[in-house]
């Protein structure tokens, strides 16, 4: 026996968890999938597969405003920026919630960025697992799949005329009250095979192989269009910026910036420690398979494949992931 | 420790007391903090940075000239090159500022007692010196012979000329100055200032040598002080790169794994030959 | 001989001469079906070269990052048009390229894992010959006098009342995530430090409202016209599918209604909004 919902009561549940909270989840804008707070249950898709941008865009969007500036009686006053109402992250696939995971190792680390810890503290996720895994997502390589629970409150899984509910935390029974969930005896099925590619020794090869042409040649037809890093559930490199709006008031603005920029190292005075293509283009897989598993103790990575959906010239992780485990051989069997 | 605030991208407020030029495009800026409890509590170590912000402008990161237990407000020495110090130079005393900080790693000062000091700023690779001084003078009898090494481009790019004498009135205090090219009233050395690392032939015995300023002159004062045999662990520098958060989250100031907002500004050369970009 | 195998003979003949350092072809893309492009250092790289209408990239972008070196370029009628419109730019030399001109009879809509019907610029465009190439491949077809692909959707959205044409790009561009995905892939945009980079002044503020979102898009929109070649990249890589082209092609049809103008046709005309006649079109607005 299982708990289960039928697909309409799905729908009238999250219409009720509406009226207090913002429902955010996968919305089609364009014929694009992406993360967005829904007026109605029903502008919830569920067909997408993996979306076209991730859900990293609830806690960590294009762009946010960190505190505002207003100058009152000769003094500034700081405003900072509070999430007024509680959320629920609906639709999102294992790959996702993995990618949530990574981030809070930067933003929770001490000192805690407290605007993505609020969100994170007032947000319950409610995922959704894949019945079809996509050509291009390799999941599995980190422990993940299909069907894996981590990081989520709860995780549906699609099956027959509704979904097989599996609440993970309490956070997420308690989301759940008001829903009408029932016992059944439907099969849970089985999870589809997904695609697994080696990762173990990336971050012993990488030191090796810093230097090699292989990075330059990769970027020669790499357009620094920041899509990569855009679509990516783990990219979280960002800029801070002031804008001054009506009346003065100064708000500080947070926005995405990827490392692929060619002025994000640029220093005052000019001086640009990163100033080739190849660099640019090294630092982003460096950081994702080297510096994080050294700094924060994992891969950057989730093996969503939005990247290898989205790379206008097809720079393909995957390739970059194989490419750098044979090198890694070659090195160890003393060839140059 | 500073008081822990709430969000960590919110800044202290500050008035900016007074605004002193040092040279035609290096002022002086010291500020007060708002907050009387903060101010009281707020400390910091040589080599430490913080953000001063402008707002509306923006918000750029400063090395901190002065020293924490100095009672006249906290300093930065602040070059125009950009929007940010552009209209920070531009402010009359009186305005408010932002401080957010401090940041980042610091000269091991306990270390480097009973040690020589050799100290190399070039430029506005002073400001991040300038405390490393104030702490030698004031603790004296603690470290042994402080040599200070300053250049410039020209007479009229020194900074700090005010307290040039105070920094070689001591014994066992030298001082030597040397600018790239003179004027027409410049009197002193006129020298690279690797060259004048090879002319004093400094002496590595016991000694730490700390170097400041712009990254071609850290690399040939390197080369003089390899020849001198000076060892990586003897040497010390602090890192610059653009900084945004200052708080290890945006990425922007890696080099590898490192964060030069969290594990630097400061590091030794034997550190840094570890890295695998060079910056 | 099939294209394939004559451009794999030329690019294996200018590599081994030593003619030119790098041929910048296409390849096929790791899902098996679209296309990527490909630098050939050496006569082996050669190999792995195709073209097909899955080669939809405009390379002639990545002619700015190899101004120094001697390269050759397959390259489309649009593509030719941007390598003429950046020599007459003098961002590139010509004789430092070595182009290998492509009949093309259209290219297939193509994103990951899929190669669709006729990309709709491609429906309308008048140009199947190269405006100029070193090296011919195909066979050049009787083609009337130059002309600029004229995208019909820019009539319906003209005749529409100004209201409802507002709306429709406010949609649009709050769709706008701010990437510069545009920018990087179009070969008009090469400027070291982009206007919206810019912070003194600040041109465009760095939220991503709505204000500034238009901004963006209009003012690049404004920088490309009567430059833009219509190559369709920007759109191509748009993350949020908006509908670029349809803003370019809307200031393609004025500047070539007023000033008679087609961008890219040769590499000495002067673009009208980079000089001034004295006999210009004075009627504007």
């Known amino acids: ?336 | 420790m500073a008081p822990v605030r709430p969000n960590p991208f919110i800044p202290f407020t500050a008035r900016l007391k007074d605004s002193i030029e040092l040279t035609p495009d290096v002022k002086l800026l010291r500020l007060e903090l708002e907050d009387e409890a903060v101010r009281n509590s707020l400390k910091y170590q040589p080599g430490q940075f913080a953000f001063v912000s402008a707002f509306g402008v923006g918000e750029s990161p400063f090395g901190i000239t002065s020293v924490a237990y100095q009672k006249d407000g906290m300093e930065f020495a602040i070059r125009r090159v950009g929007t940010v110090t552009n209209a920070l130079h531009e402010l009359e005393p009186g305005a408010i500022v932002g401080v957010r900080g401090p940041f980042g790693n610091y000269f091991p000062m306990e270390e480097y007692k009973g040690k020589n000091i050799v100290i190399i700023g070039g430029g506005i690779g002073m400001a991040p010196l300038r405390p490393v001084i104030r702490t030698i003078l004031d603790n004296r009898q603690h470290y042994s012979q402080l040599t200070t090494i300053i250049g410039a481009r020209s007479p009229s790019d020194l900074v700090f000329v005010n307290e040039y004498e105070s920094w070689s009135a001591l014994p066992n205090t030298k001082l030597e100055l040397t600018v790239d090219r003179g004027d027409a009233n410049w009197k002193g050395r006129v020298a690279l200032i690797p060259a004048v690392v090879k002319e004093l032939q400094l002496s590595p015995d016991n000694t730490v040598a700390i170097i400041c300023g712009p990254p071609i002159m850290i690399r040939f004062v390197l080369v003089e002080l390899k020849a001198l045999g000076f060892a990586p662990q003897q040497i010390v520098t602090t890192l610059e790169a653009k900084m945004k958060c200052g708080l290890g989250k945006c990425a922007r100031c890696n080099v590898g794994e490192k964060y030069i907002c969290q594990d630097g500004p400061v590091f030794r050369l034997d550190q840094i030959s570890t890295f695998l970009e060079q910056f | ?285």
């Open chain 3, 1 to 285: 001989m099939d294209s394939v195998q004559i451009i794999k003979d030329k690019a294996r003949e200018l590599l081994a001469s030593k003619k030119v350092e790098c041929v910048m072809g296409f390849e096929r893309a790791t899902d098996g079906k679209t296309a990527r492009p490909l630098f050939a250092y050496t006569p082996e790289d050669t190999e792995r070269f195709i073209y097909d209408q899955t080669c939809v990239h405009n390379l002639a972008k990545f002619l700015l990052n190899w101004k120094d070196k001697t390269t050759a370029i397959v390259a489309k009628p649009c593509d030719v048009r941007s390598i003429n419109m950046l020599i007459q730019e003098q961002q590139i030399k010509r004789e430092k390229i070595y182009i290998i001109g492509v009949v093309c009879s259209g290219m297939a809509e193509c994103s990951w894992n899929k190669v669709g019907p006729a990309q709709e610029r491609c429906t309308t465009c008048p140009q199947h010959n190269p405006p100029i190439y070193d090296f011919l491949v195909g066979e050049l077809v009787a083609e009337k006098e130059p002309a600029t692909s004229i995208n019909p959707k820019v009539a319906e959205l003209q005749a529409k009342p100004p209201a409802e044409r507002r709306a429709f790009w406010n949609e649009q561009f709050s769709h706008c995530i701010r990437c510069y995905a545009c920018r990087q892939a179009c070969p008009g945009c090469y400027c070291t430090e982009c206007f919206v980079d810019q912070l003194d002044p600040q041109w465009v503020g760095i939220r991503h409202s709505l204000a500034d979102n238009h901004m963006w898009n209009t003012v690049r929109a404004f920088h490309l016209a009567g430059r833009c070649i219509q190559c369709g990249e920007c759109q191509r890589v748009c993350p949020v599918n908006i509908p670029l082209m349809l803003v370019n092609d809307e200031l393609t049809k004025e500047v070539g209604d007023k000033f008679a103008f087609h961008p890219g046709m040769d590499a000495a005309t002067v673009p009208p909004f980079a000089t001034f006649k004295k006999d210009e079109h004075l009627g504007i607005g």
């Open chain 1, 1 to 336: 026996m299982v708990k289960f919902i039928q697909k309409t009561d799905l729908l009238a549940w999250l219409e009720d968890l509406m009226k207090e909270r913002t429902l955010v989840a996968p919305a089609r804008e364009e014929g694009v999938t992406r993360f967005r707070p829904v007026n109605k249950a029903s502008d919830v898709v569920m067909d997408s597969g993996s979306t076209d941008l991730s859900a990293k865009d609830w806690f960590f969007p294009p762009s946010e405003v960190l505190f505002t500036v207003s100058k009152a009686d000769g003094k500034a006053v700081i405003t900072p920026t509070t999430l007024a109402r509680e959320a629920v992250l609906f639709g999102l696939h294992p790959c996702d919630a993995q990618g949530i995971a990574l981030m809070d190792l930067p933003f929770l680390a001490e000192p805690t960025d407290t605007i993505y810890a609020e969100k994170r503290e007032k947000t319950t996720l409610v995922g959704l697992a894949c019945r079809q895994a996509c050509q291009e997502c390799f999941c599995a390589s980190f422990g993940s799949g299909p069907f894996d629970k981590s990081y989520l409150d709860i995780l549906l899984i699609e099956s027959g005329e509704g979904y097989i509910v599996q609440p993970v935390t309490e956070k997420g029974q308690k989301l759940l009250t008001p829903a009408k969930v029932t016992e059944s005896n439907i099969a849970t099925p089985q999870p589809p095979a997904v695609n697994s590619l080696p990762i173990e020794g990336l971050v012993e090869i990488a030191p090796k192989i810093f230097n090699d042409a292989y990075w330059n040649r990769v970027a020669d037809r790499c357009i620094h269009c920041n899509m990569c890093a855009d679509v990516c559930p783990a990219c979280y490199c960002f800029d801070i910026r002031d804008y001054t709006g009506k009346g003065g008031v100064v708000e500080r603005v947070r926005t995405w910036e990827s490392c692929q920029a060619a002025g994000f190292t640029k220093i005052a005075g000019g001086y640009t420690p990163r100033p080739t293509k190849g660099a640019r283009l090294r630092q982003r897989f460096y950081h994702k398979f080297l510096y994080m598993p050294k700094q924060l103790g994992k891969i950057g990575c989730t093996g969503c494949g939005r990247c290898v959906r989205v790379c206008p010239v097809n720079i393909d992780i995957r390739e970059i992931i194989t490419t750098m485990q044979k090198s890694g051989a070659k090195i160890g069997a003393g060839s140059s």
